[in-house]
């Protein structure tokens, strides 16, 4: 009969589904970071108030992300990181990996 190896194998597969649906999370959440980042760093070049920038960053990086703005010798240095915990009810039980990004911005004369 089939029904025994598809009960064996359907765990396999369940963890399989899981562990794709997180890598796609993980992807999301870096491209999420990159744009926040560099969203940020073009609204302190543009010599937005730091409160403002990082309204900006925070409003496009996943929820919980850390937003840090350096400013040195007329460039704008936006560095945006979040950890992504799986999704569902296994999620706060495993490691999450911290995604990161960094955008470098000249500052606009003005």
Same mark, same amino acid.
């Given at each position: 009969?089939?029904? $025994?190896e598809?009960a @064996?194998?359907?765990?396999? *597969?369940? !963890? #399989?589904?899981?562990? &794709?649906?997180? /890598?796609?999370?993980?992807?999301?959440?870096?491209?999420?970071?990159?744009?926040?980042?560099?969203?940020? $760093?073009?609204?302190? @070049?543009?010599?937005?108030? *730091?409160? !403002? #920038?990082?309204?900006? &960053?925070?409003? /496009?990086?996943?929820?919980?992300?850390?937003?840090?703005?350096?400013?040195?010798?007329?460039?704008?240095?936006?560095?945006?990181? @979040?950890?992504?915990?799986?999704?569902?009810?296994?999620?706060?039980?495993l490691?999450?990996?911290t995604?990161?990004?960094?955008?470098?911005?000249?500052?606009?004369?003005?």
């Open positions: 009969m089939v029904t $025994a598809i @064996a194998g359907f765990p396999a *597969l369940v !963890v #399989v589904l899981l562990m &794709a649906v997180w /890598a796609v999370t993980i992807a999301a959440g870096h491209l999420r970071c990159t744009d926040a980042a560099r969203e940020a $760093a073009r609204a302190a @070049a543009r010599g937005e108030d *730091l409160a !403002v #920038v990082r309204d900006v &960053a925070t409003e /496009a990086a996943p929820q919980g992300a850390e937003v840090v703005v350096d400013e040195s010798d007329g460039t704008v240095q936006v560095r945006v990181s @979040a950890r992504m915990t799986m999704p569902g009810p296994l999620g706060d039980t490691p999450a990996p995604v990161s990004a960094r955008s470098v911005a000249l500052a606009e004369a003005g």
